[in-house]
């Protein structure tokens, strides 16, 4: 019986969105709804297990773990793409590592809640409310204010088009964007130093990379107006951490909303808790029924190719 173990399952919701008894008698599964740190640890609790089920990119396997688990045969990633996974670590130990499908539209509308929520101040005058206040800030309307994407690839062109139905100008700027596919997203290509001065919202929707990882600096956040915000929904060190909490605490930009962050999850102490102009998330943007509802269907069907002995969706190094 191939033993499986499901990671980071924090809402205790795998095991009812997939028809894992399918896999019965070949395979047996457990579910962890806490997070592991500790490289001790993790490698303590999964050095029996065969097969395992990672979600996103919640707990890395690195070569220091992967070597420290003699007995894995199979590891799946949610998505098929997973940036802390060393899969030519583990296609060197033996290991299958396989993904999944999921949904494309949910981080997109995470964007505009923390977008609404910033300009509304949504969060503030909801607690204001339960505390018996009323109406206490001035929001900001979106006609006529421009909108800048970091990125528009299909997150961001999904963005672009919302913010076209609200009224907006869109610009948008990244590393390899033309004229042309900037136009077809209803979006006008501008240089990154044009965009970071003249967007009333900035969101972010880039991959993590060598070219991305501290893209938004000290320079770019001083480029942007006291009135502007700041969204983050793609991976937290695209934007310099030490830079943004400067920038929200002496008011340089009015605010950020922020799904992602350097270490997740955040740590209880961590600065950005405590400032007001921030609306925070945590790493909700795929974290969706429908989209768990793929992501652990298609893990099923993963465990089973692979009790077969033929694999799908691998995922490559």
Known sequence: MLRVAILDDYQEAALRLADWQSLHPRAQMTAFADHLDDLDALAARLHTFEAI????????????????????????????RNASI???AARARGVTVCGTRGVGTPTAEL????????????????????EGRWQTTLGTGLEGKTMGVLGLGRLGSQVAKVAK?????????SQNLTAERAAAAGAELVDKATLFAEADVISIHLVLGDRTRGLVGTDELARMKPTAYLVNTSRGPIVEEAALLDALRNRRIAGAGLDVYDIEPLPA??????LPNTVLTPHLGYVT??????YFADAVEDIR???????VRLVEP
């Open 269 to 274: 102490d961590h600065a950005l808790r405590q």
């Open 289 to 294: 029924e429908e989209n768990y509802r793929v």
């Open 53 to 80: 089920v990672a979600m996103r990119e919640r707990t890395p396997f690195r070569a220091a773990l992967l070597e420290r688990l003699p007995n894995l045969k199979l590891l799946i990633t949610t998505g098929m």
């Open 305 to 311: 190719a692979f009790l077969d002995g033929k694999p």
């Open 165 to 173: 139905i609200f009224g907006m100008r869109v610009v948008a700027w």
């Open 111 to 130: 964007a505009w809640g923390l977008i609404l929520a910033l300009l509304h101040h949504i969060p503030h005058e909801d607690r204001g409310m339960r």
């Open 86 to 88: 060393d899969v030519a």
